[in-house]
């Protein structure tokens, strides 16, 4: 049999996650304005106050949600071979791949972009978590190189992402230019 404590924080989990589902739902249907809290609690099926205890505002549990996207996107690539036979083709091949998932979706990419624009402080661990899970989707695909700086990649790799995503989203850049984009700056970086 379980501890109590255990199950109660399995139900907690489970909840928050209903939170983050709920809130990506409205932001992938009506964008930004259309993730109103008592929207995504109504939606999750918990009650309003039962959202502040995990978030304290839309800002976080949308960049909660693109973390636990990008989470979803590495443990994907990580079952299958990587395509590319060096580090640049390899980083090239997983970041085509998770941009691609995206260009379907230029409302809830509005969205995310929107949250990750926020100032609020208390948005910064999630913001965290974010750059740490794009690192990991770096670091993974680069390898084990000795000769390349696989932290200094993933953060210009961030840097890059997030500015080709507000192209994109903001109308300056066509639907699959963020993997243009992203392959371009591997080639950069990585082709010597």
Known sequence: ????????????EERRTRVIK????????????????R??????????????????????????GLAEWL?????????????????????SSVLTSAAQSLDDMPVLMGALVAAMGTTDVAAAKYKLEVERELRKLVVMAVGDDPNIDAIGVARVVGHVWASAIGRWIGGLAETGSVGTELRHAVGMMLDR
């Open 39 to 64: 929207e995504v609690a109504d939606s999750a099926e918990v009650a309003l106050g039962t959202i502040y205890r995990y978030f304290s505002g839309k800002d976080e549990m949308l960049i909660a």
């Open 1 to 12: 049999m379980q501890p109590e404590t255990s199950v109660r924080e399995q139900r907690r």
């Open 71 to 91: 989470g979803l996107i590495r443990h994907r690539i990580e079952k299958a071979p990587i395509e590319g036979d060096t580090s640049s083709e390899r980083l």
């Open 22 to 37: 709920s809130a990506m739902k409205l932001a992938l249907e009506g964008g930004y304005e259309a993730v109103q809290m």
